[in-house]
């Protein structure tokens, strides 16, 4: 797994020159490249979502664009379009922003559901079907789509089912007082994102995540995810808990951060750091357990405390 924790690092240092303090989510992050999977960022404006992905995709050499959700967002504008040309007397496709290697999706909440079900559509399938035709997505594909959990007057919010499409949900979260002290020194002359050059490429990427593939998972690691798994089905505070979608994001997720910390074995450890990110966004909280102040993240720490790694027999 060397090849695959060398591409991860170099990747991971070179973002962080210009996310300052934030290494964890970088690394979630690239675990969910390296996945094939898909992240929504939730987070309030000015923390540093869309320098993240100009970031990644400068960093990986790969093409980026920026794609601002409106309510007048029409699926067309996402995928393409057919034009008809009258000098050839035929239909051409006029691919949409979705043809790029990292794809920002900004305030994915102000776009209609019909939009956002044709973005989704992309992310799920990784090709576009225009008037018949069907158009293979680039590769490597990864959609940041971003929210503010703040302000949701003229939003339409993500259906439980299309949440569970996205591999991971991040946060940033503001910066430490030193960290914030450093973004300001790094930007007195002009922003460290300029500056940023390639240091990886890009097109090893599906390479790579077949590699991921061979890092070993015990049974008792297995069979812990699959407890954690089924302890949010039965949790008094969840009216869902995570799909089997779920419980195969987690499995490959901590596949691949083993990989990218240099071992090919999994560890019960690497489960736990990535349930969060990875199972939470999944949950849906009961309309009573949420009057009593549940939240997703509370029921989360509440089924890693009381989940034990391994109590000797598997449940039938």
């Given at each position: 797994?060397?090849?695959?924790?060398?591409?991860?690092?170099?990747?991971?240092?070179?973002?962080?020159?210009?996310?300052?303090?934030?290494?964890?989510?970088?690394?979630?992050?690239?675990?969910?490249?390296?996945?094939?999977?898909?992240?929504?960022?939730?987070?309030?404006?000015?923390?540093?979502?869309?320098?993240?992905?100009?970031?990644?995709?400068?960093?990986?050499?790969?093409?980026?664009?920026?794609?601002?959700?409106?309510?007048?967002?029409?699926?067309?504008?996402?995928?393409?379009?057919?034009?008809?040309?009258?000098?050839s007397g035929e239909f051409e496709f006029r691919p949409g922003p979705i043809f790029v290697n990292v794809l920002?999706?900004?305030?994915?909440?102000?776009?209609?559901?019909?939009?956002?079900?044709?973005?989704l559509e992309c992310m799920g399938e990784a090709q576009v079907t225009v008037d018949g035709v069907t158009h293979p997505l680039?590769?490597?594909?990864?959609?940041?789509?971003?929210?503010?959990?703040?302000?949701?007057?003229?939003?339409?919010?993500?259906?439980?089912?299309?949440?569970?499409?996205?591999?991971?949900?991040?946060?940033?979260?503001?910066?430490?007082?030193?960290?914030?002290?450093?973004?300001?020194?790094?930007?007195?002359?002009?922003?460290?994102?300029?500056?940023?050059?390639?240091?990886?490429?890009?097109?090893?990427?599906?390479?790579?995540?077949?590699?991921?593939?061979?890092?070993?998972?015990?049974?008792?690691?297995?069979?812990?995810?699959?407890?954690?798994?089924?302890?949010?089905?039965?949790?008094?505070?969840?009216?869902?808990?995570?799909?089997?979608?779920?419980?195969?994001?987690?499995?490959?997720?901590?596949?691949?951060?083993?990989?990218?910390?240099?071992?090919?074995?999994?560890?019960?450890?690497?489960?736990?750091?990535?349930?969060?990110?990875?199972?939470?966004?999944?949950?849906?909280?009961?309309?009573?357990?949420?009057?009593?102040?549940?939240?997703?993240?509370?029921?989360?720490?509440?089924?890693?405390?009381?989940?034990?790694?391994?109590?000797?027999?598997?449940?039938?």
């Amino acid at each position: 797994m060397e090849s695959v924790a060398a591409f991860a690092w170099r990747l991971i240092d070179n973002v962080e020159r210009v996310i300052v303090g934030k290494r964890p989510a970088i690394e979630l992050l690239v675990v969910a490249l390296l996945c094939d999977g898909h992240v929504l960022i939730e987070d309030v404006p000015g923390v540093g979502k869309t320098m993240l992905a100009r970031a990644l995709a400068v960093s990986l050499g790969g093409s980026f664009r920026r794609l601002q959700c409106t309510p007048d967002l029409l699926p067309n504008d996402v995928t393409g379009v057919s034009i008809y040309n009258q000098k050839s007397g035929e239909f051409e496709f006029r691919p949409g922003p979705i043809f790029v290697n990292v794809l920002l999706a900004d305030e994915l909440n102000r776009a209609t559901p019909r939009t956002q079900s044709a973005l989704l559509e992309c992310m799920g399938e990784a090709q576009v079907t225009v008037d018949g035709v069907t158009h293979p997505l680039a590769r490597p594909f990864l959609v940041l789509a971003t929210q503010n959990p703040i302000e949701y007057e003229g939003t339409f919010p993500l259906p439980e089912a299309q949440l569970d499409r996205f591999f991971m949900r991040l946060r940033l979260g503001y910066p430490s007082f030193d960290e914030e002290r450093q973004v300001v020194t790094n930007l007195r002359r002009r922003h460290p994102i300029e500056s940023l050059r390639q240091v990886v490429e890009g097109r090893l990427v599906p390479e790579l995540q077949q590699q991921v593939w061979e890092v070993h998972v015990d049974d008792t690691v297995q069979d812990y995810i699959l407890r954690l798994v089924q302890a949010s089905r039965r949790h008094p505070d969840l009216a869902l808990g995570a799909s089997p979608r779920g419980s195969l994001a987690l499995f490959k997720a901590a596949q691949t951060l083993a990989a990218v910390s240099g071992r090919d074995y999994a560890l019960p450890d690497d489960v736990k750091r990535l349930a969060q990110p990875v199972l939470e966004h999944r949950f849906i909280v009961s309309p009573e357990s949420s009057l009593r102040g549940r939240t997703a993240q509370w029921v989360m720490d509440d089924i890693l405390r009381e989940t034990p790694l391994d109590i000797g027999e598997r449940p039938e």
